[in-house]
């Protein structure tokens, strides 16, 4: 680790004693966990605290961890990437949401004005929803979406399809009708090849 990282991992040691989750070297990278519930507390001090100043959040996207060994218990997590202009220095924070039925954390739109579209695409697709944001809606799918299609138990084909109806003379919304094929690549499906079937 460069002495760079060696002296961002001290001070948040220092500062965020007692509420860190785990705080891990990797790729050059530090990557600090925290609980939920001190997630918003957590994110201010890492802006405030002028030996850290992390004045940007660069990104901050939603995690299903659901087909992750391991984390049959934590299957939802927001991640954020900080950035400190002032020191020269990034840091990755992730929190879980406690709940994979109705995931929700804190917003940081009151710290980072810039994280207002990014939670709102983990909503809207990941379904996380963040406690304290004025204006949690739908920003990439369309009003009558059904679900959230980042989520892993998601249908590749989704649930409804929209299209035009000539004879009503709008927009109408039904169930899919695509039907599911085979889109395994050929060299995958070693086992016919195997017993000589020919696929042309």
């Not at 680790?1 to 948040?12: D, E, G």
């Not at 879980?96 to 810039?114: G, I, L, Q």
């Not at 039907?179 to 090849?193: A, C, G, M, N, Q």
Request: aromatic letters at 12%; charged letters at 25%; glycine letters at 4%.
């Amino acid at each position: 680790m460069n002495q760079t990282l060696t002296r961002l991992q001290a001070l948040l040691n220092h500062h965020l004693a007692g509420r860190i989750l785990s705080l891990t070297h990797a790729c050059n990278e530090l990557t600090l966990e925290v609980a939920v519930e001190h997630y918003y507390a957590v994110m201010y001090q890492l802006r405030e605290q002028p030996e850290l100043s992390f004045e940007q959040l660069i990104d901050l996207s939603g995690i299903d961890y659901s087909e992750f060994s391991g984390r049959e218990e934590r299957r939802f997590a927001v991640t954020a990437h900080l950035s400190s202009l002032s020191h020269n220095w990034r840091l990755r924070v992730r929190v879980y949401a406690p709940d994979a039925s109705f995931p929700v954390v804190a917003s940081v739109t009151e710290v980072w004005a810039s994280a207002n579209w990014y939670e709102r695409e983990a909503f809207d697709l990941y379904g996380i929803l963040f406690d304290g944001h004025n204006d949690l809606r739908r920003i990439l799918t369309d009003y009558g979406f059904v679900g959230h299609p980042f989520r892993k138990d998601f249908p590749i084909s989704g649930h409804v399809e929209m299209r035009y109806d000539a004879e009503q003379k709008r927009v109408i919304y039904q169930p899919v009708t695509i039907e599911p094929r085979e889109v395994t690549p050929r060299i995958v499906r070693e086992d016919l090849y195997a017993r000589g079937v020919d696929h042309g």
